[in-house]
């Protein structure tokens, strides 16, 4: 005969609380991702710049990660200008093998 067991009031009351704390954590996520309101989307300031800046090639000078500046003479130089692709361009769609690739193989083995 199966008898009832009950928790000790330490683990039951050590359970409640984490439930409790994990339960006040989703929703006061749930309410600074979603409901608040204090920072409307709509109140964003509004862009007053150009949309556009016009600079010639030799002035552009692009940064990288590390901090270093990289000219636009490098696109400039024989290596550069030289690339090329390999293979055919555009890639064409090949013919396939099977009209239906889902149908089992004994029907298609006989059109071979």
Do not use: C
Request: proline share 9%; charged share 15%.
């Amino acid at each position: 005969m199966l008898v009832a067991k009950s928790l000790p009031i330490g683990k039951t009351l050590t359970m409640l609380g984490v439930v409790i704390v994990a339960l006040g954590t989703i929703l006061y996520l749930v309410y600074t991702n979603f409901i608040s309101t204090s920072a409307p989307v709509s109140d964003a300031p509004e862009a007053t710049g150009p949309s556009t800046i016009e600079i010639s090639a030799a002035e552009a000078k692009f940064k990288l990660p590390s901090g270093q500046v990289l000219d636009a003479k490098f696109f400039d130089l024989p290596a550069v200008t030289e690339l090329f692709n390999f293979g055919d361009l555009p890639v064409m769609a090949t013919p396939v093998k099977r009209d239906n690739p889902f149908a089992p193989l004994s029907s298609t083995s006989s059109r071979r």
